[in-house]
C-alpha cells in the first residue's frame, strides 16, 4: 500500500527561514522531534543558496520515515532518514546550472553542504552529514 502524502494540518508549519517553512521537507512523513533540529539546520543552508540565486528553490523530497524510504529504493543509512537532506530544483536554472552553482558554493564554503548528488532527470540532493569532506555523486 502506499502511503498518502500528509494533509497540511499533519505538518509542522514553522516558518523556519524567509523562504522555507519546516512542512516543505514533509510529503509523506512527520519530522520526529529527534530530528527537528537537522531538518532546521539544512533549512538555514538552503536559505543561503536561496538568497543567493534570488529565485525560487522547489522541494521535491525532504523527510523520509524508514518504511517509505525503503519502498522508494533510498539507500539505507540515506540522509533523508534523519532530516539532513533534500532534492530539489531552483525554478530559473537547468539542473546542470543549478548543480554547478551548489557546487562552486560549497568550495567557496558559502553554505555548507557535505553531500551533492547531481540527478540529470531533474534534480540535485544535498545534505549535512557529519563528514569532514565534501561527498559527491552522479545518480
Ligand atoms: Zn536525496
Known amino acids: 500500500m502506499k502511503p498518502q502524502l500528509l ?3 499533519e505538518k509542522h508549519d514553522l516558518q523556519v527561514t524567509t523562504n522555507f517553512n519546516l512542512s516543505e521537507l514533509e510529503f509523506r512523513s512527520v519530522i520526529p522531534d529527534e530530528y527537528l533540529g537537522n531538518a532546521k ?6 536559505q543561503k543558496v536561496r538568497d543567493a540565486l534570488g529565485s525560487p528553490i522547489i ?9 517509505y524510504n525503503q519502498e522508494i529504493g533510498g539507500a539505507t543509512k540515506s540522509q533523508h532518514l534523519t532530516a539532513c537532506a533534500v532534492d530539489c530544483y531552483a525554478k530559473n536554472l537547468t539542473v546542470q546550472a543549478f548543480h554547478k552553482f551548489v557546487r562552486e558554493g560549497i568550495k567557496a564554503k558559502k553554505w555548507n553542504f557535505k553531500g551533492l548528488g547531481f ?20 545518480g
Do not use: F, M, N, Q
Request: hydrophobic share 40%; proline share 3%; glycine share 6%.
Open 7 to 9: 494533509k497540511s494540518e
Open 59 to 67: 522541494i521535491t523530497s525532504g523527510y523520509r520515515a524508514a518504511e
Open 119 to 138: 540527478y540529470d532527470r531533474g534534480w540535485i540532493h544535498v545534505d549535512i552529514r557529519d563528514t569532514p569532506h565534501l561527498v559527491e555523486w552522479i
Open 41 to 46: 539546520k539544512l533549512l538555514i543552508e538552503l
